[in-house]
Each structure stands twice: as C-alpha cells, then as structure tokens.
DNA sequence: TTGAATCGGCATTATAAGGT
DNA sequence: ACCTTATAATGCCGATTCAA
C-alpha cells in the first residue's frame, strides 16, 4: 500500500472531523501515528495543511485548496480500484468481437442470450464485418476475436474450426431449377447468377474451388451482401449460391434451396484469435460459452440447419 | 544474517482555553 | 494568577521490511 496515500486519506479525515483525536479513531490508528502522518505529508509537500492549536485543527490557506483535490484522488483511486476488482469477477467489462454477418445473424444471438443470462454487466460490441475485414479488427486488436472462414492461414491467427456448411442454390419455388433434387455448378452457366463482390471471401473462395471447372458460373450481379442476394432472388432477377447458414428458414414462402454439387463446396467457420495476445477473463468466458454450444449444437452444420 | 529505515503504540510532555 | 482539562506533539521502544 502506497504510504503517500495514506498520509492523504489522513488528512482529508482530519480535515473533515477538525480533530486529529477523532480521525485516529476513525481511521483505527493512535492519534501520535496520525500525527506523525500529517506531519510526514507536511514535510513532503513543504507547507503546513493544517493549522492546529493544542484546541482546534483548522485548514490552512494550502490545505483548503488541497483538500477536494486529494478528495478527488482517492475518490477515483478507490473507484478504480472497485472496477479492477469488478471486472476480475467478470461483473463488468465489456468484449469486442468481429465476425461475420452469417454468424452474427445466424448463430451468435443464442450464444449471447446464453452470455448475457451469466453476465448481464458485461457489454458486447459485434462489429459485424466481412471476412477480410474481420480478420483486419483481430490483427489490430480492435476486436478481441472473432467468428470467420477459414482462408488460408495467417502466421498470428489461431483458427479453430467451429462448423463445416456447404454452399447450395437459392432460387425461387418457380425457378426451372427448383424442380431439379440437386444442381451442379456447371448447370448454373446459363443462368443469371447473383454473387457477392470479388473481394469477399465467400467469392474468393468459390472462386478458388471451382477454377477447374471447365464451365464455370459467371456472376451477373454483384452484389455487397448475402442477404442482398436473397432479396434479388426473392425478386425474381436470378439465382444465387450461399452458404447454407445464410438461408432464412427451411420452410420460405418464395424462396427454396437445392444442393449445390460437383464440387461440393463447403466453407469452414471457426473462432479467429491472435496468437500472441491473451483473452481478457469476459472474452474467456464468452468463447467458453460459445464452445460449449457447439457441443450441443453439432459442428454437423454441413448437414443440416443448426438447431440453438 | 544483519543493519538501516520506517512505522505504530504507549507513556509522557507541552500548551491553549476555560473556570475560579 | 492559578488550576483543570483537552488535545496535539514528542521520546522511546518494538516490529517489520528491505537491501547488502
């Protein structure tokens, strides 16, 4: 414990009872130790705080203009020290996680439901990026982890897998190809076909699984976002190949989904973290809980919705 | 292990204020 | 002027901490 503190905490109480006898008291201390306190703290400063008679303590010009000053400080020492101790105890704080919009939609409210129930104190900002920009916010430090793909293997990143889901067609009920039971990548060639940007990952990695295709799909929207392209399907314009997590419901009055084959694309989620950094004990206890849903869940997301 | 520095407590002193 | 009382200051000593 900091002496210079003390001999502060001293004075503010001598200054507040005007009695070195009943400040002793108050601070559990014989009033020669409170004396000697003043006395020290008087010396390091300089200048007398108090002015006392062997009848009465009163401030001195020094120590009126000290006193909210040092009542400041301690009030904020004392205050900071009551947060550390809170956010210890995961009673406060607040996380920062970066993950994609399918997650961030799809499977995260639950897990946060569940976080929130254990920890209502505890903030959650989710920047809910794309692929690359979320991996951006963790290398940075802006978020402390995140949900993403994996693509390709960053040497500071530590990836663990969390849910394997294939890629499939959307298209609406009326589409020639809704009555097909499976369609493959080649068969979209003539087909107007909504895609995401070209430097989205999805895109990147479609992109990359089907460069051997010797018919390959050509994009023609290109839009920002997934469920911007569900909504062009919806729409009538044309189909579009999503990850299976981004599809609404089974069961959508327009729209209806066909596995997408030859090749099977898949895409892999997972939590991104920094390697070298450490997890704050809130951020701890959210991957905690986040893992342990997908237990429960199943990472056999490639099969099925995924039921939270 | 030891010696210096520092703190706190007990006993005591010094002194201001009030009463006679 | 002298006594009493209340209270801060000081002397002294033991305990603790820290560095050599």
């Not at 959210?286 to 099969?303: A, M, Q, R």
């Amino acid at each position: 414990m900091n002496y210079e503190l003390q001999q502060i905490q001293a004075f503010l109480k001598v200054a507040e009872l005007e009695s070195f006898q009943a400040a002793a008291q108050s601070l559990n201390l014989s009033q020669p130790a409170l004396s000697r306190r003043i006395k020290k703290l008087e010396s390091i400063l300089g200048t007398p705080l108090l002015a006392r008679t062997t009848r009465s303590v009163s401030l001195t010009t020094v120590g009126r203009d000290f006193f909210p000053q040092a009542k400041r400080l301690v009030d904020e020492f004392d205050h900071a020290l009551f947060n550390i101790r809170a956010l210890a105890e995961n009673r406060i704080g607040q996380i920062t996680l970066a993950c994609i919009p399918t997650a961030a939609f799809y499977f995260l409210p639950a897990v946060i439901r569940e976080y929130n129930a254990r920890y209502p104190n505890i903030r959650i900002r989710l920047l809910d990026l794309s692929a690359n920009d979320g991996l951006g916010a963790v290398l940075s430090g802006e978020a402390e982890f995140g949900i993403n793909m994996l693509s390709g293997h960053h040497p500071d990143i530590v990836f663990t897998p969390l849910v394997v889901e294939p890629f499939v067609l959307v298209c609406r009920h009326d589409h020639p190809l809704a009555a097909h039971d499976s369609v493959t990548w080649s068969e979209l060639s003539t087909h107007k076909l909504i895609g995401v940007g070209k430097m989205s990952g999805n895109r990147m990695l479609l992109d990359h699984e089907l460069s051997s295709l010797t018919q390959r799909p050509t994009w023609f929207y290109e839009v920002q976002h997934l469920s911007t392209s569900l909504g062009m399907v919806e729409a009538g314009l044309g189909v579009a190949a999503v990850p299976r997590l981004s599809m609404p419901d089974q069961e959508h009055p327009l729209l209806v989904q066909r596995p997408l084959v030859e090749p099977l694309v898949k895409r892999t989620l997972g939590m991104v973290r920094r390697r070298d950094s450490a997890l704050s004990p809130a951020a701890e206890r959210f991957v905690e809980t986040l893992l342990k849903h997908w237990d429960k869940g199943g990472v056999e997301g490639s099969t099925g919705p995924i039921n939270l």
